[in-house]
C-alpha cells in the first residue's frame, strides 16, 4: 500500500512527513508553489526515498485551486503543460525522476465527472506526462478513459475527507467534511484496504478501491496521521 501525501504547499511540516509516506504530490506552481519549494520538497523525497509526483492544478493561487477557473481550453492546457515541464526540468536538476501525477483540488473533482477536464487530463498524460502514473479516484470518468488509453494508474482514497455515496467528496464548505480525528481516520483507512468499503457521511458503506492513500498536509494532525497510516504498510 502506497501512502501519498500533497507537500510543497507553504505548510511547514513536510520533513516532518516525509519519513512516513511512500509517495509525495508536489505543488509545481497552480496553487501554489515556485521553483525554490519545488526544488526543496525534491530533495526531501529524495533524502526519504520518496516517489515524487508532479501536483498540477488550475492556476489560482488565491483560492488554493479549489474552485474551478473559466479558461479557454487551449490557454488551459498550456497551463497545465507549464506546470509539468516545470517540476520535470527541477527534477532532471536535482536528479531525480517523476513517478505520477495527481491533479489538485478543483481540477481533481472537475475530471471525475466533466468529460472536457479528464479528456485534457489524459492528452496531458499522453503528451508531457507519458511514462507517468496517474492517481484517481475509483469508478470516475477519468478511470474510465485512463483504461481506453491504456494510461497507468493508481487507485487513490483520501484519509482524511468525507465521501458522499457517489464516491464524491464532502464539500470542505460543509460540516464533517474534514476529519481530523488520527485513530478515526487509521479505522476508516483499514477498512478501505482490507474491506474495500469506506462509510460515507449519511453512514451507508459503499464500495471502493484504494492503490494509494492520501494524506492532506495542512491537516492540523497531518503528522499523527501519517505515523499511524505508516504501520499499515
Do not use: W
Amino acid at each position: 500500500m502506497d501512502i501519498n501525501c500533497d507537500l510543497g504547499e507553504g505548510t511547514g511540516n513536510d520533513e516532518k512527513i516525509m519519513p512516513f509516506i511512500t509517495s509525495c504530490n508536489i505543488a509545481c506552481g497552480g496553487h501554489a508553489g515556485d521553483e525554490a519549494s519545488i526544488a526543496e520538497t525534491i530533495r526531501l523525497a529524495k533524502k526519504y526515498n520518496v516517489k515524487i509526483g508532479a501536483h498540477p492544478s488550475f492556476p489560482d493561487k488565491v483560492n488554493f485551486g479549489r474552485i474551478p477557473v473559466k479558461m479557454p481550453e487551449k490557454e488551459f492546457k498550456k497551463e497545465l503543460i507549464r506546470q509539468i515541464l516545470l517540476i520535470r526540468e527541477i527534477a532532471d536538476k536535482e536528479g531525480a525522476e517523476l513517478h505520477h501525477l495527481k491533479p489538485h483540488g478543483a481540477l481533481y473533482n472537475l475530471a471525475v465527472y466533466d468529460n472536457k477536464t479528464a479528456k485534457t487530463l489524459i492528452e496531458l498524460m499522453r503528451e508531457s506526462a507519458k511514462g507517468l502514473r496517474l492517481y484517481l479516484p475509483y469508478n470516475s470518468l477519468i478511470e474510465a478513459l485512463s483504461q481506453q488509453y491504456k494510461i497507468p494508474y493508481f487507485y487513490e482514497v483520501f484519509a482524511d475527507r468525507a465521501y458522499r455515496e457517489n464516491l464524491s467528496l464532502v464539500s470542505r464548505k460543509e460540516h464533517g467534511a474534514l476529519i481530523e480525528d488520527p485513530q478515526v481516520i487509521y479505522q476508516r483507512v483499514k477498512k478501505m484496504i482490507t474491506e474495500e468499503k469506506v462509510m460515507t457521511i449519511t453512514g451507508k458503506e459503499v464500495r471502493i478501491k484504494a492503490d494509494t492513500v492520501c494524506i492532506h498536509g495542512d491537516n492540523p494532525n497531518a503528522v499523527e496521521i501519517a505515523k499511524l497510516l505508516n504501520s499499515l504498510i
